[in-house]
T-cell receptor
Framework: EPEVTQTPSHQVTQMGQEVILRCVPI?????FYWYRQILGQKVEFLVS????????KSEIFDDQFSVERPDGSNFTLKIRSTKLEDSAMYFC????????????FGNGTRLTVT | DQQVKQNSPSLSVQEGRISILNCDYT??????FLWYKKYPAEGPTFLIS?????DKNEDGRFTVFLNKSAKHLSLHIVPSQPGDSAVYFC??????????FGTGTSLTVIP
């Protein structure tokens, strides 16, 4: 069964550094998402992306965050200057371009900011 | 802004019995509801969904019930198996593509 893949599985970075989290969505999916889950908290929506542009974003997704689809397969989340509170599991997801299509998640990248 | 709530952080059930996981929501504009299962160190896995025009959807051992008047969603697993032990998230979507997740319920099925 096709799956969403994310790399790396764990990223440790120092506060103030830039990180790029990578995702390869399912190949025939056209909607892409980033979610995050801070330890012990709920899964939170960050951003959705369709047709090479952001379609929705949450309050969390401020100017420090950006997304990109640099080629036909990758979907990246960049955090320009990481803060301690950015430490979380970051999940990429994708869905088909049909009504009532569920999100399919990757296994996540655990980001630790020290 | 907790639009989707799972008030039970944990649930323990004997193998073979029914597991009932509950979810409440506040936004009457939600039109699509889902349940996800999550094992440690893995991403959420889609289990079952229901459109707001239905009140029940069944897939094998899993049944989702939707009570729109009460703004309540539940997942029934019967019979429960030890492999069902995981964290279960409910999620809901307003027309569009932003999904809101609950905080999860950790289910333990005791052999």
């Amino acid at each position: 069964e096709p799956e969403v893949t994310q790399t790396p599985s764990h990223q440790v970075t120092q506060m103030g550094q830039e990180v790029i989290l990578r995702c390869v969505p399912i190949s025939n999916h056209l909607y892409f998402y980033w979610y995050r889950q801070i330890l012990g908290q709920k899964v939170e929506f960050l951003v959705s992306f369709y047709n090479n542009e952001i379609s929705e974003k949450s309050e969390i997704f401020d100017d420090q965050f950006s997304v990109e689809r640099p080629d036909g397969s990758n979907f990246t989340l960049k955090i320009r200057s990481t803060k301690l509170e950015d430490s979380a599991m970051y999940f990429c997801a994708s869905s088909e371009l049909v009504n009532n299509s569920p999100l399919h998640f990757g296994n996540g990248t655990r980001l630790t900011v020290t | 802004d907790q639009q989707v709530k799972q008030n039970s952080p944990s649930l323990s059930v004997q193998e073979g019995r029914i597991s009932i996981l509950n979810c409440d929501y506040t936004n009457s504009m939600f039109d699509y509801f889902l349940w996800y299962k999550k094992y440690p160190a893995e991403g959420p896995t889609f289990l079952i969904s229901i459109s707001s025009i239905k009140d029940k959807n069944e897939d094998g051992r899993f049944t989702v019930f939707l009570n729109k008047s009460a703004k309540h969603l539940s997942l029934h697993i019967v019979p429960s198996q030890p492999g069902d032990s995981a964290v279960y998230f409910c999620a809901a979507r307003v027309t569009g593509n932003q999904f809101y997740f609950g905080t999860g319920t950790s289910l333990t099925v005791i052999p």
